[in-house]
Structures are given as structure tokens and as C-alpha cells.
């Protein structure tokens, strides 16, 4: 910059004969220097007359003087390289004349003119086929990345009739909710009368068999208070009947009856008990036989297994008492069909609900100008590098094989001029002695998609280039067609 700005000031200057030697400047300083007499440098601290351009004597400190020899090269001056027909570039004037050639056109080695060739247009050639071939391969992502949009264009639709077949489905399931509670609100009531009716036939039917019906009120108000004072279980009912002089020959009769299947159970039991005891037994010494070096007959046509004890007698006192537990939970059956078809209605109305959420969700996300990231909702791109698969996700997270390299973060998904520059993935699985995972994807307009040149500069730290129609510009015809997201 200095020696431009320096060169640039010998314009003030009067008139006067130009310098022999203009290489290294650009044409306009030419122009300039060919009607200047003097040249200022250093900031206008110097004076020279104009012949010290390029006459190989570093004269000013910024270097300016010497643009076009090697004199100043330590001031950090440039060569200007006209290179017609391609790109001018500046190099350090420390490549002047020094053998090589640095500018296309050849003009840094003017004292060996013959030593270089101009391969300006050599480059241009190259340059040109390589900018159609990036402005073809640029057409085609775009078209790509219209179809994206068309895409988009059609899921968003889709999404939309979605949405409206759903509002219709809740308010059909919320009305089919509120009917089928109706029903079974009534259900339910006739449900509890019917308990009610079925509870009071089997307290009646319990009583009777205690003989409850037939006590005098003193009896009644005796049994009450034993009751209350040392009822453990069902048997001190029987018991405190019992005390009170009255009771029911039929429940005596059970009772008797359950006194003798009780013993008759016992003494099965212990007769069991005595078989097993001894197949146990058997068994034992079967295989501690087994294990000695001494032959002996095993007897393997005998049973070894245990046999099983026989179910306990239920006690007529218990067993009195449970139905009028089952009769006060009876279920009416249309009590319970209405409970279902309530239960089942709002299970369908929930489902809806749900799927309307997340439709919602779906559609409030930004998917750019175009929406044509909605295409893209649910893909992935897939790559293998070295030993591991990579994956990312456009709408979710990244990984390395199973490991987490991070979620993507939503201001990368923002098109940038309605194009994806970069997505980038944080919060990954935190690396040993290291940072969380990431993942920074550089994105390149192309027609197809491709996960390349994936990289972990450093520890945890992985970087890639996706190519991809995403990368693309919209064309400028592209409408929005965003009314309502
Ligand atoms: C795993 C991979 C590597 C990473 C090391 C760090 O082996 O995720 O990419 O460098 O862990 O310990």
C-alpha cells in the first residue's frame, strides 16, 4: 500500500521528460509518471527527480522509487504484472530479473526478454474452460435444487391437506369422545345402581346364613360390640355369633363339614409330606452312589419326584363374606362397553392430537425463502473416511459410526441469499481429556450430494464438504410461495 500511495503522489508534480525504465507499475501510475517531473515519497517527506524511478538505487524508504528493479525489495515494494489478455498480479520485486518467471506475460525478466514466453493466453484458455465447467456444474445444481423446490412445494401441500383432514378428524373424535362419555356416565349410573340392588341381596344372603336375621336386637348389639372389640378375621365373627347363643344351623353345617375336610386335609398333607421325605431321601443316596467308586444298583423304576399337596379347604366363614365383595364390583357389561368405547375414542382422539402436534411442529420450522429445505426434512447424507462412517442429518444430528459428533445448530440451517454455506454440529459426545464433538461441513453447489474430504484437524474437531443442490442460489425467478409458514 505505501509504495502504491507513494507512486500515486508523483502526479502533483509538474511536467518533465518520463524515465526510461516503467516496469512494475501499473498503467496508470505510467500514465501519471510520463507528465510528472519529480517524484515525492515517504509520505511526502522526500523529494527526487523523476529519472530515480527504477534506476536500481533504493532512494526512498518505503521503496517506492524502485518498483521495477530488486533495489527496494527489502521495503516490501511490488512488480506490477500487466499479464494482458489474463489477470494482473503484483509479486516482490525481489523476483525481478532473477531468472524466473513469475508473470505470464514475462515482463519481471525484461533483461532476458527471450528467457520467457507468454503463456498469458495459455492460462486464460485454462481458466475459462475450468469457470464453464463450475458455471455448468453450477446450472445444474441449480436446476437440482429446483426440484428440490418442487419437492418441498409438494410436501408442504401435502402437509397442509394433512393438517386440514386432521382438524376435521379431532373435531369428529372430540364430538365421538364427548358422546361415548355421555354414554358412559349413564352406564356407569346404572352400573352403580345395580350394585347397589346385587350388594343388598348378598348382605341379605349372608345374614341369613349367619342367622343375623333372627337375632334380638340385645343379641345384634352383643355380636356388634365383640366385633368391634377383637375382630382379627372372619373366624371371630363365627365366634362372636357363636357367643351369643344364636346361629345358623346351615353355616354350622359347612362348618362341621369344613372341620372334617380340614383334618382329612391335614392328614393327606402330612402323608405327603412323609412320601416326599423319603423320595427325597432316595433320591440323595442315588446320588451320593452315584458319585463312589462302589457299584450299586439304582432302582430307577421308582419315582423321585415330590408329590404335590393337595388345595386347603376354603373356609365357609371366608368364603360367605366374598360375595358381597365381587357383587358390590360387578361389572354391567354395557357399563363396561361404554367405558371401553370412551376409553378407545379418546385413545383415537390422543393419536390425532398427537400427529397434529407434530405436523405443526413440522410446518413452523423455517425452511428458507423457498421452503426448499422441507425437501430435506428427514434426509441424511452417508460417507465413509479411514476407518469410520459418518453421517449427518439436515433437520437432526451428526455421527462418527455410533458416536455423537453433535446436533445441527440452527442458525447454520438459515439459508444464506436463499443458499446453504455451512452446517455446523455441537454438543457431540464429549471427548476424552477434550472438547465435546463437533462437526463443521462446508457445502458446495452441485447437482448431486456428497459427503467428502472429512478431517479432524484437531482432537474431536471434525470438518467436511458436502456437495450438494442446497448450496446452490435460487434462480431469481424462483417465487417464494411461503404465505403460510
Ligand atoms: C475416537 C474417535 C476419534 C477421536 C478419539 C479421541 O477414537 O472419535 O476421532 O480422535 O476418539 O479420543
Redo the contacts with the bound molecule.
Sequence with gaps: MLHRAAVVAVIALSACAAPTNLHGLTPETQAKVATASSLSCDNGQKSLPISSINDDYCDCIDGSDEPGTSACSHTGVLFHCLNEGYFSSDIPTSRVNDGICDCCDGSDEYLHPSSCSNTCGVLKAAHDEKMAAKSATEAAGRAARQQLVVKAKQAKEEAFRKRTDLESTKRDLEAAVASANELKSAEEALEVQDRRAASQRSRQAVADSLGLSSMSADQLASVIIDLSLKVYSKDDVLAALRATGVTSSRLEALEAQYVADDEAHRAEVSRITAVNDERRKLKEAATADADSTDAVIVDTTTDTDPLPLPPAPARPIVTLFETISKDEASERPEAKAARDAAADAQRKLDQAMSELSTLQTTLEKPYGPDDVLLAVKDSCVEATSGQ?AYKLCFFGGAH?DT?SLGYVAKRTMQPVDAALRELKFTGG?K????PE?SFTVALECHETEELYSIE?PS??V?TAKLRTPLACAAPPTASAGHDEL
Design positions: 469410520y462418527q458416536v459426545t471427548c476424552w481429556n477434550g464433538r479432524e482432537t474431536c471434525y
